[in-house]
């Protein structure tokens, strides 16, 4: 297996590891804050923003790793 494959499928890795870490630290901070001072409105497109970029980094990261 050449080297930039083994390279982009540790860097693949990484991400992903990062990218479950960051969506565990997330479900517990929201599960331990229960008072939120951001409105219903802010606090929705804040979310929809974090999911959607935390969607992505699921898809590139497996694609990293699967497609090289």
Partial sequence: MPLS???????G???LGWTVYSIVKHL?????NKSNEQSITESALNNLLLYLWLAFMLVFSTGMILNN
Wanted: hydrophobic share 60%; charged share 35%; glycine share 6%.
């Fill in 13 to 15: 890795a990484g991400l």
């Fill in 5 to 11: 494959i083994m390279l982009a499928k540790l860097v």
């Fill in 28 to 32: 517990r901070e929201r599960a331990r």
